[in-house]
């Protein structure tokens, strides 16, 4: 087992003003290819402390991954660290890294300065992976640590070191022995992560023993569970595994929602771009987010045409054609209201399908039908209109992403019904 | 200068499948009474490890503060861990925490299990600060490293430690010297960082020694600037500071939108809310953003009526009234468009502000007239219809961002400008 460290460089860490992502987008990569994170370090941006701290992760890990203090500016001292690391104070100009340099500041319309031109240049003792997206190269130190151990520079900008990381991955696969893997994905939603775990567990312990599950929770997303074996012939797993994840299906249901890593938005938008179908939104808790997790998926305007937030009562009156004495009869966060809701956005934009919320948000706001935590989800399609209740006790903004989330999930189990199962 | 460790505890951190948000919570909070944050380490479920590696940071620190482990299922061994390094097997049952676990339990309609009493039991060496939001106490454990380090174990979902840091902040005040500490936020936006530092550099070589500044980026709120002082009496240093932020205000101008730490939305609600006046939305590009960003201010009810995300022409024409020759002749992403579809959510609605964007997020999608990266900001309002242009070259949740970033910005300066500054 190939053992690792992510090790990320910067004042800016430290003081709190920037979360690190980027540890976690290595952890990931790199565990697809077996390789155990054995620790994750921040370290300030001062010479001494980055030789000291790296070397100590050398010592104990096959590969060692940092991230940032590679910029331009004095602050930024990892790629001198790194020579006295690795025992020269030579440098060299790397060719392919500097044609980039210009590229970028030419497309930014600046010109190149002695400053920019110096990205390129890197220590003797280092190759070159070329950061597509930046002007700092990733730089890779081998034979460190006990003799076997490689270190990986890579920029601080999440943007420019997750283009990087497939290069990276591959270098580990072409110089050390990792395992064959294979993983697959299984999207659940509606379901949290200890009842999923209950559900499955005589099937989670008929797995093979090189069969290893992990449990991916995400409020936007809902349970991905990654099946993975790490050894032996593919074809022979990828056999075990498709029997497996056909077993899985039979015991969830319609909890999966997709058997690839996606979204339910994505999912939501293959059906409807596979059907020629259209889609509008009704929100009023949710004020937008429903929206604009649809529109985050490229090419989303092929089937969504557009959406109403009625946040005031005299919008969902006035706009979208709910009835006042259906509010005033029902509440504005009843079964009632949210499928006039659902049915007047569907009728106003003419599309075939439609989503709509209503609900309390919090901080406080709930009447004396429904608490706070409440979201109705009204759909309205071909065949009718339909709505569900949901109650979730957050805060504020999670309650707005679990309503989102709720709609989107219904949404989708309705479409499916209608125009896939049938 | 008091010196801190942050120590994340967590498999699900070392497998990437979490994003760790607490370090940099934590860190900002103890910043803030002047502790300097060493180093931040995320540690696996593992009782050697989590020992070996408390050592070593309680040796090289004043304060140590661990995030999870603390569940009651058998992965969760932080707090055996805790017990061994302070040289103790006993444990007691705190009687706050286990009126709290009964509550929350209660809430949740759930009988309360031995599993669960026990998370009200901590080592005999320890004190407790309550956890108001979950089960697990804070433990505090005085007197480790070379007999004057303490170390505090805080809970690992962000949710319970955000609630429970003030209490451990105010512990650490009463334990240990802390500097007399001014902190004061300028939020500004329409710079770069690195062209705001070019703009006020002079004003920042006059800051006294005893003023340090930060800037804080972040894409939807702008550069944040945070002046601190960190010793002396306060009331000189009050007035000190107050001088320097008035020069800053000269320099910046209307760069600077608040002199609180604030989102571009909070300020927007802000003078709503005090002026009496509604708002209303028309999107495109940034699907729903807007409207989300607004509808997260807890009580924007009182000002914002509702949006419209008219993603598909017709939607453009037919709700927002938008004249199908506009769209012909000048295009849809056009200061002529997005002036008539802020207009007409204006009309719509009823509401004295409308805030309107159209454009390009990319991937691909400009046409002849504007390139992929373009929005459109209308802003319609008692006095008239205005419009602003941007560019931006990120991907497309990035671009969304700034999109909608910038359109809260333009309405922001144009509400200043109409009833503030009257």
Redesign the interface.
């Known amino acids: 087992m190939l053992k690792a460290s992510i090790c990320t460089i910067g004042d800016e860490?430290?003081?709190?003003?920037?979360?690190?992502?980027n540890?976690?987008?290595?952890?990931?990569a790199i565990?697809a290819i077996g390789a155990k994170?054995?620790?994750?370090?921040?370290?300030?941006d001062d010479g001494a402390r980055i030789i000291s701290d790296l070397k100590a992760q050398l010592a104990v890990n096959d590969i060692v991954i940092t991230t940032g203090g590679l910029g331009p500016t004095k602050d930024d001292i990892t790629k001198q660290a790194l020579a006295t690391l690795s025992g020269t104070d030579q440098y060299y100009m790397h060719d392919g890294q500097l044609e980039i340099v210009h590229a970028i500041l030419k497309?930014?319309g600046l010109d190149v300065l002695d400053i920019n031109r110096q990205q390129a240049m890197v220590p003797k003792t280092c190759e070159v992976i070329l950061n597509k997206r930046g002007t700092a190269p990733i730089m890779v130190f081998r034979g460190l640590g006990s003799g076997n151990s490689t270190l990986y520079a890579m920029p601080g900008v999440p943007?420019e070191t997750e283009a990087a990381l497939p290069d990276v991955v591959a270098d580990i696969v072409a110089h050390y022995p990792t395992d064959n893997i294979l993983h697959r994905n299984i999207m659940t939603y509606g379901m949290a992560e200890s009842a999923l775990a209950k559900k499955i567990s005589d099937w989670e312990d008929s797995l093979p023993e090189e069969v290893h599950l992990?449990y991916?929770p995400d409020p936007l997303k809902g349970v991905r569970l990654r099946l993975s074996i790490y050894s032996g012939s593919l074809d022979n797993e990828k056999q075990i595994i498709d029997n497996k994840i056909k077993e899985l299906s039979d015991i969830l249901g319609d909890t999966i929602y997709s058997y690839e890593d996606d979204t339910l938005e994505g999912a939501i938008g293959k059906i409807l771009k596979e059907k020629g179908l259209?889609l509008s939104?009704a929100?009023s808790?949710?004020?937008?987010?429903?929206?604009?997790?649809?529109?985050?998926v490229?090419g989303?305007?092929a089937y969504?045409?557009?959406?109403?937030?009625?946040?005031?009562v005299?919008?969902k009156e006035?706009?979208l054609g709910v009835p006042a004495e259906t509010i005033e009869k029902y509440g504005v966060v009843s079964s009632q209201t949210v499928e006039a809701m659902a049915d007047g956005v569907r009728k106003?934009?003419?599309s075939d399908y439609a989503v709509a919320t209503t609900g309390f948000a919090g901080?406080g706001g709930g009447d004396e039908r429904e608490p706070e935590g409440t979201v109705w989800v009204g759909i309205a399609t071909p065949k009718g209109v339909f709505s569900q209740r949901y109650n979730y006790?957050?805060?504020?903004?999670?309650n707005?992403q679990r309503f989102a989330a709720s709609a989107l999930f219904t949404l989708l189990k309705r479409l499916r019904s209608e125009v896939l199962y049938v």
Chains 1, 2 share one sequence.
Do not use: W
């Open positions: 860490l430290l003081i709190g003003q920037v979360i690190d992502t540890s976690a987008s290595i952890s990931r565990g994170v054995t620790a994750m370090v921040s370290i300030p497309s930014r943007f992990a991916l259209t939104v929100e808790c949710t004020g937008g987010e429903i929206a604009h997790l649809i529109t985050t490229p989303s305007s969504f045409l557009g959406s109403v937030t009625s946040y005031a005299k919008i006035q706009v106003l934009t003419g901080p006790r957050n805060d504020r903004r999670r707005i």
